[in-house]
């Protein structure tokens, strides 16, 4: 038996195990890593045989209502990324579509979230001592 000829490495159970991580990450925040050594971090909300549906996350600025507020009072705005009159500027995070084939996928991870607890735990009240 040849050992040089052997393949250890099988692309369709590779394929297969991301698909089903896929699934079953569905509608979870994560982070997904190319071949090509580059990632993306979004939301999975559709995955088929050929790839996966991303809801990728990209930063945005109120740079349209700057825009607007410097025309209209005569461009004193603020300098070094804060706006005038007040602290600094609001960031959004706006959600794109993209879509990935699974054969580009390198690998994928939950991202980590920690659970706030909503209150501090107090004992309970007991009138009856």
Do not use: W
């Amino acid at each position: 038996m040849s050992v040089e000829g052997y393949n250890y490495y099988d692309e369709t159970d590779f394929t297969r195990n991301i698909h089903g991580k896929c699934k079953s990450y569905m509608y979870h925040h994560v982070v997904l890593t190319m071949q090509d050594g580059s990632s993306f971090d979004g939301i999975i909300e559709g995955v088929d045989d050929n790839g996966v549906s991303v809801l990728v996350g990209e930063d945005a600025t109120e740079q349209e209502r700057d825009d607007f507020e410097d025309q209209r009072y005569g461009g004193y705005g603020g300098y070094g990324g804060y706006g005038g009159y007040g602290g600094p500027r609001r960031r959004f995070r706006r959600f794109r579509r993209q879509f990935f084939p699974i054969a580009a996928l390198a690998a994928l991870s939950l991202l980590p979230y920690a659970y706030p607890y909503p209150y501090p735990y107090y004992p309970p009240y007991y009138p009856y001592y």
